[in-house]
């Protein structure tokens, strides 16, 4: 408050000036004019301009306008410090992307790998199953084949005993006359190995 006082003190010597001129005209029964207007006070106005004029312009100048100009530093300071964090946040940010975006490749790499292990696994597993399982048949493919020998061996030596049996019966029933064991057995060899 104390710096706004010449301010309210020229404006109260300006009021009273007028009401004294206004007073002293009025006493003298003439018609009193606008005191701007009036070329009697131009003098003393302009005199109380250049003086108000000179008291706003000092206050101006080191009051108002530092204080603005300190402001307005202030705000520049502010707004840098903020396009300044805004900045380096970006950059952060775009850190993070860029982090992200390698996670997410090595991510995606590893899960080839993993699927492309199982899918080797499984190849390796589905392999030594059916190896095992070839084995297997292979054994059992044998062990028929054995046994369908053994039984054929069998059955050919069942073959040529009664082969053997019914030549005898047949040439028996045909000429009448029985042939001999070794005679049949014979014949039923040659025809065996024709056959």
């Known amino acids: 408050m104390r710096q706004g006082w010449p301010l309210a003190a020229v404006s109260f010597a300006t009021l009273a000036a007028g009401a004294a001129q206004a007073a002293e005209h009025g006493l003298s029964g003439e018609k009193a004019s606008f005191p701007p207007f009036d070329p009697a006070h131009f003098a003393s106005n302009l005199f109380w301009l250049a003086v108000t004029f000179a008291v706003l312009y000092w206050l101006m100048s080191k009051i108002a306008l530092p204080r603005i100009g300190e402001i307005l530093e202030e705000r520049a300071g502010t707004i840098g410090r903020d396009l300044d964090q805004a900045a380096a946040m970006q950059a952060k940010a775009e850190e993070m992307a860029q982090a ?77 006359q029985a042939p001999t064991a070794a005679e049949a057995t014979e014949a039923v060899d040659q025809a065996l190995a024709r056959g």
Do not use: P
Request: proline content about 0%; overall charge positive.
């Open 100 to 176: 992200y975006e390698k996670a997410l490749a090595e991510a995606r790499s590893n899960a080839q790998g993993i699927a492309q292990a199982a899918r080797e696994t499984g190849a390796k597993e589905s392999d030594a199953k059916r190896h095992a399982t070839e084995a297997e048949l292979a054994a059992k493919l044998a062990q028929a084949e054995a046994t369908i020998a053994k039984t054929k061996t069998a059955a050919m030596s069942n073959v040529r005993g009664l082969g053997s049996d019914v030549a005898v019966a047949i040439v028996t029933k045909l000429t009448g």
